[in-house]
């Protein structure tokens, strides 16, 4: 859908505002609200009310608040950011302020706020602007894409100054059509967030039909006509009658990884290098193979370790993450958090890949889980883990049936993220174009 335009434009003397509608003013922000008000302010109240508290993490990147901490005013009015009800604020810290953490301060309790010192707090002169609209001035691309250019320090701790803010220039509209230009993005980003929810939630879909292919596959076989019989594995229930019923420790020999502690740095600077495999590099990815790692040991640091040959099926063996299959591309050491199954025939190497990424995982989780703690793996309960095989003839069979349903799954997730990636453009774009004045949206309200 397209937008009418202004009649009329004029130069806004801004290089990166360019053209805006003749009626509208072009300030800078100091002049519109004030940046980072005095806590003085809360000196008429008892040092023991109790207020709200927003960490970072209470900030989302959609506007919203999570209202949930509380503290008494005495805990927090030293070494944090004061805020009160109806003042903006925005996260100057990288990557908060990229991705766009801010929000209208609303629902403080006795209005009043304090919060982590990694924020800007804008505060609108009434008869300049107001919250929502200069909530969508932060919320554009122009303002985080400058503010990204002047952001100052190193690493994870670079910052967007105050100056950046307050010196800002934008183009501004009187305040009637403010407030038509706000209530205009409220309904039309409403509209493209709820369009990304459904594409989210369909990708969510697919992943969840696509793990019960893999599940029934190598669980039940191809063959809905197959007699089947009782495996007696309570997780499995029947499957066909000619599989046949093994434990692990038949089929392979099941070894842990060992965390190395080599003199000085486990890093390569010199010599013969080893790659490293840590549980991070594992389960970085739902189904791709492990390909290659930037870690390395030493020579010395890799006798102290275990080394798995290119072609090893490694498993995830505890914490959240248990359960998560590879099969190695290159020689490697890998941690304790690893286990790996050496001289598995290779010709069922990549039907058990499948295997262990469909159901079984879950059974282990809940077989293994103690309490509430995380749930552990020894190489004695993995040995025992029985399954049921076919031959393995009618495992190529099963294994090319899957990749091709993996190929169809991943052609209509890519084509979801697609979608997605269209409508995060679509609503940046809009929003942009309705603070700058490229568009006129009086009429559509």
Known sequence: MSFPKYDRYKDSGVEWLGEV?????????????????????????????????????????????????????????????????????????????????????????????????????????????????????????????LGESYMYGAGGQKRVPDDFVQNFSLGLPPLPEQRSIAAFLDRETTKIDELIAEQRQLIDLLKEKRQAVISHAVTKGLNPDAPMKDSAIEWLGEVPEHWEVRALRTLSNVVRGASPRPAGDPRFFGGESVPWVTVAEITKDDLSELVQTEEFLTEDGAQNSRRFRKGTLIYSNSGATLGVPKILQIDACANDGVVGFEKLNSEINIFFFYYFLGSITDSIREKVKQGSGQPNLNTDIVKAIRLALPPVCEQKFIVEHIEKMLSEFGFLISETHHAIALLQERRTALISAAVTGKIDVRSLV
């Open 21 to 145: 509608p003749e009626h509208w003013d072009v300030n800078r922000l100091r002049f519109i609200a004030m940046l980072n008000p005095s806590k003085s302010e809360v000196s008429k109240f008892d040092r023991e009310t109790v207020i709200s508290f927003l960490p970072m993490e209470a900030i989302g990147i959609d506007g919203t608040i999570n209202l949930e901490h509380e503290k008494a005013i005495s805990e927090v009015e030293t070494g944090y950011t004061f805020f009160r009800e109806g003042d903006v604020t925005i996260a100057k810290i990288t990557p908060c302020f990229e991705n766009g953490k801010g929000a209208v301060m609303k629902g403080l309790l006795n209005g009043i706020g304090f919060g982590t010192t990694e924020l800007i707090v804008a505060r609108p002169e009434t008869d300049q602007t107001f919250s929502e609209y200069l909530h969508w001035i932060f919320t554009s691309a122009p303002f985080r894409n």
